[in-house]
């Protein structure tokens, strides 16, 4: 992201910032961008996570009012977090609001998602992509941390940590931080058990004809215990090539229609169970 840290260097030393937009997967910087920027020039700044305060109160009691008000300083910043959690009232207010009080106001914007905010705020604000870095690059940085902090670790929970959760930087750091005990990396039982039911399913996938196959993934799947099955459809997802050789467009299309299936239901071992019943099916 050397074209961002540019123009974060350049509002930096010209001390003033237009309304800006941060776009861009979990766990990138987005937001520690937004607060490297509010604390590194001279400015009063309010901080809005709009995922809790999304709705068009927030706009009026808390927004306008900071934004009306007089100030210690001539700029005032609004870092608005998760800004695509905005209702669409809320939003048409906001974009007003941006209009009425640019002179001595900015807003500073995050979001995963931009095509969940309107047109006219996107068209106020300064747009950045915010894009993740590379495996190679975040296993480099989650390196760099783990020697900073004289924590002892082997290469292959590294890059178990980094596969894993990719590409959610700030997920992975936090990972290594939970899983490290007494200066030493070391992956917890649930990890572990995790990555071989992983692994095993793959392993399945690899013979779909052979008889009793689908009740062996059930089974397996039952005996572990999972609860959390995005980061299975996302390894699924990535090693699609590796047990549906030819197939990919189908197996995908299962996999996506399984992820929208477990959003909507509480029980979603039975969704996935179901899904890999549809990958197996199509394998055939």
């Known amino acids: 992201n050397e074209s961002l840290k540019q123009s974060i260097q350049r509002y930096i030393d010209e001390k003033d910032i237009p309304h800006v937009l941060f776009t861009g997967p979990p766990g990138t910087g987005k937001t520690s961008a937004a607060k490297i920027l509010v604390k590194s020039i001279p400015c009063d700044y309010m901080y809005i996570n709009a995922s809790s305060e999304r709705g068009i109160d927030t706009i009026r009691d808390k927004i306008i009012s900071f934004a009306s008000?007089?100030?210690?300083?001539?700029?005032?910043?609004?870092i608005c977090d998760e800004s695509d959690a905005i209702t669409g009232a809320g939003?048409?207010?906001?974009?007003?609001?941006?209009?009425?009080?640019?002179?001595?106001?900015?807003f500073i914007m995050t979001c995963n998602y931009h095509e969940k905010i309107i047109e006219p705020i996107k068209s106020r604000c300064q747009i950045y992509e915010v894009?993740?870095?590379?495996?190679?690059?975040?296993?480099?940085?989650?390196?760099?941390?783990?020697?900073?902090?004289?924590?002892?670790?082997?290469?292959?929970?590294?890059?178990?940590?980094?596969?894993k959760y990719h590409p959610d930087l700030?997920?992975?750091?936090n990972t290594a931080q939970q899983s490290t005990h007494k200066g030493k990396l070391k992956l917890t039982k649930d990890d572990l058990v995790e990555s071989d039911?992983?692994?095993?399913?793959?392993?399945?996938?690899?013979?779909?004809?052979?008889?009793g196959v689908f009740n062996e993934l059930r089974q397996l799947v039952?005996?572990?215990?999972?609860?959390?099955?995005?980061?299975?459809?996302?390894?699924?997802?990535?090693?699609?090539?590796?047990?549906?050789?030819?197939?990919?467009?189908?197996?995908?299309?299962?996999?996506?229609?399984?992820?929208?299936?477990?959003?909507l239901v509480f029980e979603k071992q039975i969704v996935f169970v179901a899904t890999l019943y549809k990958i197996i099916q199509s394998l055939k």
């Open 69 to 78: 008000s007089a100030g210690f300083n001539d700029l005032k910043v609004i």
């Open 170 to 173: 700030r997920r992975i750091i």
């Open 197 to 211: 039911l992983m692994s095993s399913i793959v392993e399945k996938l690899k013979n779909p004809s052979k008889k």
């Open 222 to 263: 039952v005996n572990t215990d999972a609860t959390s099955f995005d980061d299975i459809y996302k390894y699924l997802f990535e090693n699609v090539d590796t047990y549906a050789p030819g197939k990919e467009a189908l197996v995908c299309l299962e996999l996506a229609d399984g992820v929208y299936q477990s959003s």
């Open 131 to 163: 894009r993740p870095i590379s495996k190679k690059e975040s296993a480099v940085q989650l390196a760099q941390i783990l020697t900073t902090e004289k924590v002892e670790y082997s290469k292959e929970d590294l890059v178990f940590i980094v596969n």
């Open 91 to 106: 939003q048409a207010a906001l974009r007003n609001v941006l209009e009425t009080y640019s002179l001595h106001t900015r």
